[in-house]
């Protein structure tokens, strides 16, 4: 099969590289693994200056697109991103929450998704466009924002291309509370219902979101499948060797997005007291590293707490890019998984923090997903509950497994977490999906 004779995927990510947003690293991988089977793929997303702009960006993500994908950028224009007053209209300028509410009513006439909802014309027509130069095979939106889904089902409707939708959330579940965020028959439910009823497959991070959306659609469980984050192999290039001098004093890391979510208050209140327990916690420190907040805003709660407990050995290192994820792993003893509360929460670094071998403390509820990936690991630690009690216990207890880990026993471990490789999670549903069908109708020939 030649190149050209290839099937095409037209992949739809808001957030693509160079985008920093944790959501990145699934759609990163995601389209180089049908890249990598040999699809011709064609990307669409937003505009750079959306994300150097608005989010910030990680200059390191771009270099790790594969070589043969089209990145097809479409401007976005939501206010929210528009940070450089210099290009804001008189109007905006002089009444910024007039401005916002017409705009916020405007975006959600196109589709019900504040911020995004504006986006969903240019990128269906972009999307035809892709088609009609390009007969695209297969469509795969990942959400959110979830008007990444509208162009799958566009194609779907206008050409009769199958599309596929990743969700990376959910829309209609709040994750953290369990609660459903709109009723029946709402924008979102009728347009959700519709998006799921024409879909090919959907897709979702773990299990308990996935059996909440079955419930919800039952005449359609049998196409939902569950295809965790994983992580990534150019990343698993982690060391089976404890640090040298550890004994005199251990590196507790934690990598990833701090939200309000995140309880990091409990972690220092247990440190603290761990500390004043442990004479060995006591000549250690925490190493911080990524961003506080996912806006791109520092939270301002997150900064007065690292001040605050600044004489605690607690240090905020700053975001980490991609190409020195590794390195940085190779500087800890243990890693410290702080994760907000509720059933369907996982998280994508749980993955990569399994793939390192290192001890790991989960400081999270017991309920979360996470514990589900957690519990076979022979290097986890759980905390029981969220209290100074409990959680300066389990520092103390991961102290003692970090000191004492031998090589061979961080080797076991990193053999044990090979199954969430992210192309092992991809791979399955790259071949179910198989070749696309024939898309090819004349412009002529597309329904209406």
């Keep these: 099969m030649t190149k050209q004779d290839a099937p095409h995927l037209l992949y739809v990510a808001w957030g693509y590289p160079p985008c920093r947003g944790g959501g990145v690293y699934r759609a990163l991988a995601t389209a180089n693994a049908f890249a990598e089977k040999g699809w011709r793929v064609t990307v669409l997303t937003a505009n750079r200056e959306t994300f150097t702009m608005g989010t910030g960006i990680d200059s390191t993500l771009e270099a790790q697109i594969h070589p043969s994908i089209t990145v097809v950028r479409v401007p976005f224009t939501s206010g929210a991103y528009q940070t450089d007053i210099r290009t804001w209209s008189f109007w905006r300028a002089h009444a910024p929450e007039l401005w916002n509410g017409y705009r916020a009513r405007k975006d959600i006439r196109s589709f019900p998704e504040?911020?995004?909802?504006?986006?969903?014309?240019?990128l269906e027509e972009a999307a035809?466009?892709?088609?009609?130069?390009?007969?695209?095979?297969?469509?795969?939106?990942?959400?959110?924002?979830?008007?990444?889904?509208?162009?799958?089902?566009?194609?779907h409707k206008d050409?009769?291309?199958?599309?596929?939708?990743?969700?990376?959330?959910?829309?209609?579940?709040?994750?953290?509370?369990?609660?459903?965020?709109?009723?029946?028959g709402s924008p979102q439910d009728t347009w959700e219902t519709e998006l799921v009823e024409s879909a090919r497959e959907v897709w979702f991070v773990n299990e308990p979101i996935r059996a909440w959306h079955a419930k919800i659609y039952p005449a359609h469980a049998e196409k939902m499948h569950v295809v965790a984050n994983g992580y990534d192999a150019?990343?698993?290039?982690?060391?089976?060797?404890?640090?040298?001098?550890?004994?005199?004093?251990?590196?507790?890391?934690?990598?990833?997005?701090?939200?309000?979510?995140?309880?990091?208050?409990?972690?220092?209140?247990?440190?603290?007291?761990?500390?004043?327990?442990?004479?060995?916690?006591?000549?250690?420190?925490?190493?911080?590293?990524?961003?506080?907040?996912?806006?791109?805003?520092?939270?301002?709660?997150?900064?007065?707490?690292?001040?605050?407990?600044?004489?605690?050995?607690?240090?905020?290192?700053?975001?980490?890019?991609?190409?020195?994820?590794?390195?940085?792993?190779?500087?800890?003893?243990?890693?410290?998984?702080?994760?907000?509360?509720?059933?369907?929460?996982?998280?994508?670094?749980?993955?990569e923090y399994c793939?390192?071998?290192?001890?790991?403390?989960?400081?999270?509820?017991?309920?979360?997903?996470?514990?589900?990936i957690l519990e076979d690991s022979a290097a986890w630690i759980a905390t029981p509950d969220l209290s100074a009690e409990a959680i300066a216990a389990t520092l103390i207890a991961l102290a003692e497994r970090?000191?004492?880990?031998?090589?061979?026993?961080?080797?076991?471990?990193?053999?044990?977490?090979?199954?969430?490789?992210?192309?092992?999670?991809l791979l399955p549903r790259i071949r179910a999906l198989g070749a696309p069908h024939d898309t090819t109708a004349s412009e002529s020939e597309a329904p209406r």
């Excluded at 035809?128 to 194609?155: E, K, M, S």
């Design 234 to 351: 150019d990343m698993a290039k982690f060391s089976d060797q404890p640090r040298p001098g550890r004994e005199q004093g251990l590196v507790l890391g934690y990598i990833g997005t701090i939200s309000a979510h995140v309880p990091m208050r409990e972690l220092f209140d247990g440190w603290a007291l761990a500390r004043s327990r442990s004479p060995l916690l006591a000549s250690s420190r925490i190493d911080i590293y990524g961003y506080l907040d996912h806006s791109g805003i520092p939270n301002d709660r997150i900064l007065a707490l690292l001040s605050e407990f600044r004489e605690q050995g607690i240090r905020y290192l700053g975001p980490v890019g991609k190409s020195e994820i590794a390195d940085t792993y190779h500087s800890f003893d243990a890693l410290l998984l702080v994760l907000g509360t509720g059933k369907y929460v996982t998280s994508g670094k749980v993955f």
């Design 128 to 155: 035809v466009r892709i088609h009609r130069a390009n007969p695209v095979g297969l469509t795969i939106g990942t959400a959110n924002p979830h008007v990444d889904f509208t162009p799958g089902l566009r194609l």
């Design 402 to 425: 970090a000191v004492n880990q031998t090589s061979s026993e961080r080797h076991a471990v990193q053999d044990w977490a090979a199954q969430y490789e992210r192309s092992n999670q």
């Design 159 to 184: 050409f009769g291309v199958p599309y596929v939708m990743d969700y990376r959330d959910a829309w209609q579940l709040d994750v953290f509370s369990g609660r459903r965020l709109t009723p029946p």
């Design 355 to 372: 793939a390192t071998g290192l001890p790991v403390a989960s400081i999270h509820d017991p309920g979360n997903a996470a514990t589900e």
């Design 114 to 122: 504040g911020t995004y909802g504006g986006w969903l014309t240019p």
